[in-house]
């Protein structure tokens, strides 16, 4: 961090950069769970997670990671810059690499899987910046910050592996690459803490709330608005809901 001695910056916080990392990278082998899973039933368990997982992106970047950043940095126009920097990344991610991900079983992606394994690898990368930037400023934030970014990528990593599968890949070969393209959440993690003698990494704070507003509402709730059902509707909205108001009672308690 600018003006800090990197010095300050305690064992105790590269462990804990560490251990987000490879338990980010261990969450690739949820997607196995698509293998004993029929679509029907998939397709009803995930979608529900998919609306918590929106919720909570949401609630982490407004409830704690805005004000994390403001408390931070102040209330000057440079947080809100990078809130739309990394709105705006994301946003380049989906046009150029095609990182949309599918949270059904069946998919039509045709033959993107690598494509689809390069986006989720630099998006990993992203994330594991930004959520060691989180631990950086406080452990508490990194921890909130963990969980809301995990609660996301259990659904993303069951619906990449059943686009994997139903692609032709084999049920090995795909949970291995899928673990791999994990791994870059920690190569990020490090990254970040490499160069937080130099930079006040804080400003990535408010650049990955712009990340996980973007994953909210552009990537997961236009999957929630899909189905007429209006069960479905009443359930999703619920999940939606659940999730923000996790993060606000965290928040609250803190």
């Known amino acids: 961090m600018a003006g800090r001695d990197a010095s300050r910056l305690t064992v105790s916080t590269l462990q804990w950069i560490v251990v ?3 338990a980010m990278s261990l969450l690739a082998l ?3 769970v698509t293998l004993v899973l029929p679509a029907r039933v998939f397709d009803r368990v995930v979608l529900p997670l998919v609306a918590v997982a929106a919720g909570s992106l949401v609630g982490g970047a407004l409830f704690h990671m ?3 950043a403001v408390d931070r940095l102040g209330n000057v126009l440079s947080v809100y810059v990078w809130l739309a920097a990394g709105l705006f990344s ?5 046009q150029y690499l095609h990182w949309h991900h599918c949270h059904r079983a ?3 992606h045709g033959p ?14 992203i994330g594991g910046i930004a959520v060691a930037a989180a631990f950086l400023v406080d452990i508490r934030l990194g921890i909130v910050t963990w969980l809301v970014a995990a609660a996301h990528e259990v659904p993303q990593e069951m619906g990449d592996f059943g686009i994997l599968v139903h692609s032709g890949w084999s049920r090995g070969t795909a949970l291995v690459y899928n673990v791999l393209s994990g791994l870059t959440f920690l190569l990020g993690g490090l990254v970040a803490y490499a160069a937080s003698g130099s930079l006040d990494v804080a400003v990535l704070v408010p650049f990955a709330a712009g990340n996980f507003l973007y994953i909210a509402l552009a990537d997961l709730v236009p ?6 059902v209006p069960r479905d ?3 999703h909205a619920l999940g939606f809901a659940a999730g923000l108001l996790l993060l606000l009672a965290v928040a609250a308690l803190n």
């Open 233 to 235: 509707k009443a359930i």
């Open 106 to 108: 069946r998919c039509e």
């Open 30 to 32: 949820s997607g196995s």
């Open 20 to 22: 987000a990392g490879v």
């Open 223 to 228: 999957e929630l608005t899909t189905s007429p």
């Open 90 to 94: 994301f946003f380049l991610l989906e």
């Open 112 to 125: 993107l899987g690598y494509l689809i394994l390069l986006a989720d690898g630099v998006h990993n990368f």
């Open 66 to 68: 805005l004000p994390a």
